[in-house]
C-alpha cells in the first residue's frame, strides 16, 4: 500500500511512527483532527476544561458510561465521610489499597498535548475537574485544581497538611494486613474491597491536633472553595472560547463554567466519548478519544 500524501506544510501533524508507515490515517479522524485545529486557531485565548476521559490512559478509571450515567456506586459524601467512622475505615482502607497504582500514575499523550497547547501559546488556562496532578505533571503550568488534589491530606481541624505519601505510609504501620491485599482499581485511587469486615482497620488522626484527616479533594456534596471558584470565572471572562476534553459535564461544578460561557456568546468545543450535559450548547462536538483526536498538537 502507497503511503499517505504528506500534509500541507502549513499544518503542524502528528509524525508519523514507523510502525505506522504502510497505515492510512482514518479520514474521520483527519477530518475531525481539522474541525478543532480550525477552532483552536479561531480562538487563541482558549478557556480548558478537563475531566476523567483525559486520564483513563494513564490507568486511571472513570466514574460515567458513554450516555454520562454512573457505571459504580456513587462516591461517598462529605457528610458520611465526616459522620460515620465506619465510612472513614472503609474510605482509608480502601484507599490504602488503591493509592499504590494511583500514586504512580503518569501522564498520557493528551496531558502532553494540551501542555504543548499553552506552551504555543493557545490555552491561557486549564480548569480541571481531575485530582490526579498529572496535567502539572506533563509540564501544564497555568491549572486550576477545582476539586483539589489527591496527593494532599488535609484535616478538617487544624487545617494542617500532609503530603499523601506520608500519610500512606502511617496507614500501611498501623494496618500492616491490608497492605498485603491487591483489588481491582476504581475511580481516584479508589479500589474494590467490597465484602470485607472494615471495622478493624485503624484509621490515623492528624498527627498535630489528633482530628479528622480527609484527603485534599472536594467530595460529593461539599462546596467547591470561593477562591478556585473566583479564579475560574476570572479565567474565563478573558478568554474568547472553552475547549473541553475528555468529560461529560454531569457534575454542575463544571457545567456551570460551560452555561456561563454560552450566555456570554463564548463557543465552546467539546471532545469526549458520549453525550454530555452540555450538547446543547455546543459549537463543535467530537465523540472520539482525546488522545487519538489531540494527536496532531505534536
Known amino acids: 500500500m502507497a503511503p499517505a500524501a504528506s ?87 480502601r484507599s490504602l489499597v488503591g493509592w499504590r497504582r494511583f500514586g504512580n500514575a503518569r501522564p498520557n499523550d493528551t496531558h502532553h498535548a494540551l501542555a504543548r497547547l499553552e506552551q504555543r501559546g493557545h490555552a491561557r488556562m486549564l480548569l480541571t475537574q481531575n485530582v490526579d496532578g498529572l496535567h502539572q505533571a506533563a509540564g501544564h503550568r497555568q491549572v486550576i485544581d477545582l476539586h483539589g488534589r489527591l496527593d494532599e491530606v488535609r484535616c478538617t481541624a487544624c487545617d494542617n497538611h500532609l503530603p499523601r505519601g506520608a500519610f500512606q505510609q502511617m496507614l500501611v504501620e498501623r494496618n500492616p494486613a491490608w497492605a498485603l491485599l ?44 470561593r477562591e478556585r471558584v473566583d479564579a475560574a470565572i476570572t479565567s474565563l471572562n478573558d478568554a474568547d472560547g472553552v475547549l473541553v476534553v475528555g468529560s461529560s459535564l454531569m457534575v454542575f461544578s463544571g457545567y456551570r463554567f460551560v452555561a456561563a460561557a454560552a450566555r456570554d456568546g463564548k463557543p465552546v468545543a467539546a471532545v469526549n466519548l458520549g453525550r454530555t450535559r452540555a450538547d446543547p450548547l455546543l459549537a463543535l462536538k467530537i465523540e472520539r478519544s482525546c488522545a487519538d483526536v489531540l494527536a496532531f498538537i505534536a
Not at 28 to 47: C, G, N, S, Y
Open 7 to 93: 500534509p500541507p506544510p502549513s499544518r503542524s501533524c502528528r509524525p508519523v511512527l514507523p510502525h505506522e508507515s504502510a497505515v492510512m490515517p482514518d479520514a474521520d479522524l483527519v477530518r475531525d483532527q481539522d474541525r478543532l485545529r480550525t477552532f483552536i486557531e479561531a480562538h487563541p485565548k482558549l478557556f480548558v476544561l478537563t475531566g476523567a476521559g483525559c486520564s483513563t490512559d494513564s490507568g486511571i478509571p472513570d466514574y460515567r458510561d458513554t450516555d454520562g450515567g454512573w457505571k459504580r456506586p456513587q462516591p461517598v459524601t462529605y457528610q458520611a465521610f465526616m459522620g460515620d467512622l465506619r465510612t472513614r475505615q472503609r474510605y482509608w482502607a
Open 182 to 225: 491487591d483489588a481491582a482499581d476504581a475511580p481516584d485511587g479508589d479500589a474494590d474491597l467490597d465484602g470485607r469486615d472494615f471495622s478493624n482497620f485503624h484509621v490515623p488522626p492528624c498527627p498535630a491536633c489528633a482530628g479528622v484527616l480527609k484527603p485534599d479533594v472536594v467530595f460529593f456534596g461539599e462546596s467547591v472553595p
